[in-house]
């Protein structure tokens, strides 16, 4: 099996991670000759910002804030942990990005540079209600209703035109994968689409 790319898209809540950690959990027991490279935006963000620099400090600011960071930064952020860790012979795994059309447009330069055959694009599709729900439950420190709702008002705005920016390319093949059941179901459905199971 050659190295394979996925990248997980879904609102906040939708169970990216846990997908994202299961999918991880069978390569290595189906291909285990590639590791897994998975790129949290989410994780790498936090981490950068403990950083001692004048951006990250800018960074913790504006997140504190609850503002939105510039473009560049995602970019940034995913583009840094190529560069320090991918070697050409693993499995790519993104999560939590893109979340915006020019970020979209960026993996797409990304994806062609490395000669990526196929993206497999697995939108995690939940209520919002649903994904309210699910991270009030989450008691993280950013997870205010209010900062909950202003977050899946920029998915709406934001991510989902990124999203169907990935459904008009014909190089890459987007799931469309209901996570509003149980994680051994959904699991099981990501499994079957990208022929592992």
Do not use: C
Not at 35 to 43: D, P, W
Not at 105 to 112: I, K, Q, T
Not at 150 to 173: G, I
Not at 174 to 184: C, K, M, Q, T
């Amino acid at each position: 099996m050659k190295p394979q790319t996925y990248v997980f898209i879904g609102p906040s809540g939708s169970g990216k991670g846990t997908q994202a950690q299961l999918l991880i959990e069978t390569l290595a027991k189906v291909a285990p000759e590639h590791k897994s490279l998975y790129i949290q935006s989410g994780q790498e963000l936090r981490d950068f910002m403990k950083e001692d620099s004048y951006l990250a400090k800018m960074t913790n600011k504006t997140l504190s804030a609850g503002g939105l960071m510039p473009s560049f930064m995602p970019i940034y952020i995913w583009g840094r942990v190529l560069v320090k860790k991918y070697t050409g012979s693993e499995h790519l795994i993104f999560d939590g990005t893109p979340r915006r059309l020019i970020e979209a447009e960026a993996m797409d330069s990304m994806f062609s540079f490395f000669k990526l055959e196929k993206p497999w694009i697995i939108y995690l599709d939940v209520p919002k209600e649903e994904s309210v729900k699910r991270l009030m439950l989450r008691k993280r420190y950013d997870d205010t209703e209010e900062d909950i709702r202003k977050r899946l008002s920029w998915y709406e705005a934001d991510v989902v035109p990124a999203l169907n920016h990935f459904r008009n390319r014909k190089d890459m093949t987007v799931l469309d994968i209901d996570g509003n059941r149980s994680i051994e179901d959904i699991h099981a459905d990501i499994l079957a689409k990208v022929g592992l199971k």
